[in-house]
Structures are given as structure tokens and as C-alpha cells.
């Protein structure tokens, strides 16, 4: 009940971060919510009844989430058409970074006092609105203000159709991506018997392939091909991987080939989505299109990790990895197809 409040909260968050955006700018947005998830962190953390745990996970999701479609919109901000894709590379770059060593100090903190844990994130959440405050200066201006480009049409994200269908499949894909960090390692776990430290090493070869690889791929590849094409290799390459994991027998060495091989459609497939919703905005809308996107991959969070236990418990983990392998490819057949239609009906670049 509480993670899915937590769902709840991320996905009604983005939907207003990315209104707030589009009203007032991404600076004070992101201000706000590093401040606000802060204060919220510790103040969960002190919490002892399950009704106000709900509330307050409710809350903490909601302002979190807030975040991202404004962060989003500053990278499209401070980045240069032709460095785009690099820049959202750059900032994955930092998430996975981030997770690797939040991971690694959570462990230990959880192993001394779970309540460290919310102190920790809480200031640490705070320490990030110091360190932009500080160091980015803020941006003087109001997205409905700035004039729009001559031939841009400043549609609503939500009249755009071609953008809706983007979202939904990218939900799809993301539905299935998740299993790779929830029920994966449980089935490596219960139906492999791999150990924990295997699992985790399993685990850390994903973000450091991409922190050594994803950055000089993406530029040798950025403005080659259109973003659809990339997203489509990338995406039948995840369900590809996916469905190796029902092959009989697998061991070690195939499931450490199979983490690569998602890795790499992690890499050719995400940065590119990023480029693919932006390339459709306009600073007057960014945030709806952001909020969006951000959407698509919170609800993904809540329904395929869900999803996919349920499909494990009933039917058996083979039988969820074919699903999900075959859900992944269908994934890149729907944005070939996007890509065909997208062409089509090709809109003018915003900026």
C-alpha cells in the first residue's frame, strides 16, 4: 500500500511539476522541490503510524517527482541542439553515479539505523538547493513569456498525438525495463541460486558500463540517424536480452552476457528518448511535454515491477521473461512504426 501511495505520488507529481514549470520557469521548481523533499525526508522518517507513514510517502513522492520535469527542462535549457543528447547522457551519467554510491552508504546505514537513512536523504536533498542556489544563478525569465519561433505552433503536449503515442509505448517499454532492477534479481536469486555478492556485481556492471561507455557512444552517434531509429535498435536489443533469461539452464556467464546486452539498449535507446520529446517543444510548453514523459515512467515504476511479480507467483519466471521479452520487442516495433509516421507528418525543430 505505502509503495503504491509512493506511485501514486510520483505520477501526480510530474503531472503538476510540469505545469508549475511551463508557469513560473524550471529554477524555482527545482528550488523548491529539493527544499521541500528535504524537509519531507526527515519529517518521514520520524514518523511512527502507518496512516501518516502513507501521508507523508504520499507527499515526499509527490514533491520529489515535482522535480523532474523541471530538471529535464533545464538540461533542453543550458544545451545546445547539437549537444543535446550528450548533455542528457551527462546527467544519466550523474543519476547512475549517484545510485551507485547512495546505494552503497544506504547498506551501510541501514545496517547501523534505518532512521540515518532519511536524515541522510533529507540533507543531502537540501545540500543540492544550496549548491544550485549558489552556483547556478538564477534564470530571469518566464516560459509563457518568451515569444515563440516563427513557424513553431505552441500546441498543449496533450493535443499532440503523435507525442501520446511516444508516451504510451515508452510506458510499455518502461514497464518492462523495471523488472531489470525488481524481479530479476529475485529470480537470480530463487530459481538460479546465484549468491548476494554475484547479484551485485551483476547489478554494478550496468551502471559502469555506462558511466565508461554511454558518453562516447552517444557522441560518436548523436545527429547520424533520427532519434526513433536509435530508441528502435535500442529497445529490440532490451528484449532480446530479456528473452535470453528463458532459455533452460542459464548460468553465470549468460546472465553477466545478458546484463551487457541490456546495458546497450539501455544506452541507444534512453538518451535519445530524451532528444525525441524535446525536439517536439517549445519554452512556452517544455514542461507539459517533460511532465509527460516523467508519467510515462512513474506509472512503468508502479505497474511492471507489480505486473511481473504476479505473472512470476502464478505462472512462473520463465514464462514472465518470455512476456516481457516479447512485450519489449512488440515495444520496438511501435516505435518503428512511430518512427514511419513521424516522418510523415515531420514537424519544425523548437527551440
Not at 518521514?44 to 504520499?58: A, D, E, N, S, V
Not at 503523435?162 to 518502461?174: G, P, W
Not at 512503468?300 to 512485450?327: D, K, M, R, Y
Amino acid at each position: 500500500m505505502v509503495f503504491g501511495l509512493f506511485g501514486a505520488g510520483a505520477f501526480s507529481g510530474a503531472y503538476f511539476g510540469g505545469k508549475l514549470t511551463d508557469k513560473i520557469g524550471f529554477y524555482p521548481v527545482q528550488l523548491i522541490t529539493l527544499l521541500g523533499g528535504g524537509v519531507l525526508f526527515l519529517v518521514l522518517g520520524q514518523m511512527k503510524t502507518y496512516p501518516l507513514i502513507c501521508l507523508f510517502t504520499f507527499l515526499l513522492s509527490f514533491v520529489n517527482e515535482a522535480f523532474r520535469p523541471a530538471n529535464s527542462t533545464a538540461i533542453a535549457f543550458y544545451s545546445k541542439e547539437e549537444n543535446r543528447t550528450r548533455s542528457y547522457s551527462l546527467n544519466r551519467l550523474a543519476i547512475n553515479l549517484g545510485w551507485a554510491v547512495g546505494s552503497g552508504i544506504g547498506g551501510l546505514l541501514a545496517h547501523i539505523n534505518y532512521e540515518l537513512l532519511f536524515w541522510v536523504d533529507g540533507i543531502t536533498n537540501i545540500a543540492a538547493a544550496l549548491i544550485m542556489w549558489i552556483f547556478l544563478k538564477p534564470v530571469a525569465y518566464k516560459p509563457s513569456q518568451q515569444p515563440a519561433v516563427s513557424g513553431v505552433i505552441k500546441n498543449s503536449a496533450y493535443s499532440d498525438r503523435i507525442y501520446i503515442l511516444f508516451v504510451l509505448i515508452t510506458m510499455l517499454f518502461a514497464s518492462c525495463f523495471f523488472q531489470l532492477f525488481t524481479n530479476m534479481p529475485v529470480f537470480f536469486k530463487k530459481e538460479l541460486h546465484f549468491s548476494e555478492p554475484f547479484i551485485g556485481l551483476l547489478m554494478a556492471a550496468n551502471g559502469l558500463l555506462i558511466a565508461l561507455v554511454e558518453m562516447v557512444l552517444i557522441y560518436k552517434l548523436e545527429g547520424r540517424r533520427k532519434n526513433t531509429v536509435y530508441i528502435t535498435v535500442g529497445v529490440f536489443i532490451v528484449g532480446i536480452a530479456f528473452l535470453m533469461l528463458a532459455i533452460p539452464g542459464i548460468g553465470g556467464m549468460l546472465a553477466f552476457s545478458m546484463i551487457i546486452l541490456v546495458t546497450f539498449g539501455e544506452i541507444l535507446s534512453m538518451p535519445f528518448m530524451n532528444s525525441y520529446w524535446i525536439s517536439r517543444t517549445h519554452v512556452s510548453n517544455r514542461g507539459q511535454y517533460a511532465a509527460l514523459y516523467t508519467m510515462a515512467w512513474s506509472a512503468a515504476q508502479t505497474i511492471g515491477p507489480l505486473g511481473g511479480a504476479q505473472l512470476a507467483e502464478h505462472f512462473g519466471f520463465f514464462v514472465l521473461w518470455w512476456v516481457i521479452g516479447g512485450l519489449s520487442i512488440l515495444a520496438s516495433v511501435a516505435f518503428w512504426k512511430l518512427h514511419k509516421l513521424d516522418t510523415q507528418h515531420e514537424i519544425p525543430q523548437n527551440h
